[in-house]
Each structure stands twice: as C-alpha cells, then as structure tokens.
C-alpha cells in the first residue's frame, strides 16, 4: 500500500492509476485525483521523499470517484463536520441549521472507537476502573470487559430541556388565561385582570426568548437566505403574539376604546405564544427522537455488512481486500456461508441467498447468473 499524494488517502500499489514526475512514480486513488496532480505535479509531488513518507505533505482531502466531481479540503483532526439530515449539501464546522427547510444540522464526528475496555470486580460490579488493578473491597483482580459508547444527540438533549422547561410555565400560564376568560369569578378575592396579565407575562416571556430562540434564529435564516419555511411562520406567530400582548399590557392607552375592557385592559394573548412553542418543541424531541432511532436501525443494518470481500484477479487468483478497495466492475467471489460484500449481479455459479434483511421474507432466494445482489445478505450455499 501506498499514499495518494493528492487526498492522502492509501491506495494498492498495483493500482494502473499512476503518473512519473521528476524521477518517482506516483499512485492514485482515483482518476480525479490523477488529473488533479497532472495538471500541478509540482504542487503535490516530493520527489527527494519516497511515496510512502509523503503522507505528511499531501494536501488533506476527501477520495473522489472517478465522475470527476471537485474534492472536499477535510476538515482539522478531531474536528467535527455538521451536514443536514437530508441531501447533504450544507457542510459546515459548527453547529446550525439548513438555511431552506430549517432543520437542524447533524454532527459527522471523526471515527471513534464504538466499544472500550473497562475492568470490573466479579465480586462486587459496582466497582468499575479504566485500567487494570484490584479491587478495594476484596482484593481480587478486576477483570475486562467490553462496553458499547452511546453517542449523545446534543440537538435532542438540548430540545428536550427546553420544551419541559416551556410546558412547565405554559401549562400554568394556559390554565389562568382559561380562568380570566371564562371563568372570573374564580379568581381570587383581590386579584384584578391588570395582576392576571402581569403574571401571563412574567410566566410566558421566558418560553418566547429562551424556549422559542432556537425558531427565532432559524426563521431569521430564512428570511435572509429568501427559503420561508415552517419556522417562519412560527417565528413570526409566536413573535406577533408576544410582541401585541406586551404593547397591549404596557401601552393600553394606544388602543382604541371599542378594544378596551370594563377596567381599562386590552386582551392579551401570552398564553397563545407560550403554548405554541411548547408544542412546536414537543415536535421537534418526537422528531430528533425518530431519527435517531431511524440512523441506529440503518447502522445495524451496515454492520451486517462484511468489511472485507474476496477479490479474483485476471489470473484467477484470489486475495482478500478491504471493502473501502472494491471497485465498480471488480470480480469477487462469495462462498457458501458468507455475506453478500456490495450490491453486484452474479456473473457465474447459483445458489441461495437470504434476502430477509431486505424483504423480511424468511424463505431463501435462489440467485443464477444475470440476477441481481444485495450487499450484506447472507450465501446459504452452492
């Protein structure tokens, strides 16, 4: 294996994607990446370095496939990339929203490891240390064990906190507007409308700065980037709702006497802002709770996924490579036993493959030449 002195990426080195500049040879991944450094050799070659220890002064980029599409500059180690759930055409290194339809961007970290060793008492599993040693209690050896690290979704986390926080004052702010309208006699002896709205207000205005300022920002994107979408109109709504009720509460004289009440109040409609965002947010946890339950079931689903495939060369040789080195066009050979690598058609031999993972049929599938393959379904035999 070598180094693609273009993306840095390692590539075989019996690979025919190759050029000779200033007396080395140099390989690649690609043939974007070929053209790339036909066009400025002198930009990418080291010709005093070996290709192997030209990692280093490789201009960081994303493999490209051969459709000769512009490569991506990757962003700094550890750092983390925010893309949009959908179509993926906004990349950037913070984290925000798709400027047309508003939702939130979601996190590609960098490749971590998805299990950690931690060591444990057989005695006593409260005692749990990240390194070998003994246990305190008793003093026999802490013994390994393998552990799965959940990710945290930090847009749900942060959804979550807000909308309880909202329906924690709205709820309350919803019941004493009901109260005031229909209900006045029940309010207290001594407690005038003027104290009722003055309570909605103190009540409903940390629900629209705080618990609505996630729509606040994303209505405003939209409006800038001319792509209205659902938060402008809930921006707009609950800021209009909001923004009366207090020009109505502070101001009352501006309104016209057929607008006024007995004792000189104008209606307010704080509990309207309030409970709206309570619900928008209610959606947005059910939301961020569906895909995330949507990304885990379609990751179990590529684990499935074998990460090596049989490779047969033009002399009928075979050799195990890594799936990330399969190509369209490659010859592979799958035995009696083993998962499906990539999507293909079968090009020689028969046999049956189980398709449940597809179609949630338990019956085998029979396969012959010409039909189609799906990657990571499974080969019951020849």
Known sequence: MVTDPVCGMQVPADTPRRSAYAGADYRFCSRHCLERFEAEPGRYA?????????????????????????????????????????????????????????????????????????????????????RPGNCPKCGMA?????????????????????????AALALPLFVLAMVADLATDRLPAGVTMGTVQWIQFALATPVVLWGSWPFFVRGWQSLMTRNLNMFTLIGLGVAVAWGYSVVALLLPGLFPP??????????VYFEAAAVITALVLLGQVLELRARGSTNAAVKLLLDMAPNTARQVRDDGSEVEVDLSQVEPGDLLRVRPGEKVPVDGTVTQGNSTLDESMITG?????????????????GCHGA
């Open 258 to 267: 057929a607008m006024r009440m007995a004792d000189g109040t104008v209606h």
């Open 142 to 166: 802490l013994e390994p064990r393998t552990v799965t690290m959940d990710g945290r979704n930090e847009e749900l986390f942060d959804m979550t906190r807000r909308f309880w926080v909202s």
């Open 361 to 377: 049929e338990p019956i085998p599938v029979e396969k012959s030449s010409g039909d189609r393959l799906i990657g990571a379904t």
């Open 46 to 130: 080291v010709p005093s370095a070996p290709q192997d220890a030209r990692s280093e002064t490789a201009v960081a980029g994303t493999c490209c496939p051969d459709q000769g599409g512009h490569a991506q500059e990757a962003p700094h180690a550890g750092a983390t990339t925010y893309t949009g759930p959908m179509p993926p055409e906004v990349r950037q290194p913070r984290p925000g929203s798709r400027p047309k339809w508003g939702m939130a961007l979601e996190p590609e970290p960098a490749p971590q490891p998805e299990t950690r060793v931690e060591y444990t008492c057989p005695m006593h599993q409260e005692i749990v240390r990240d």
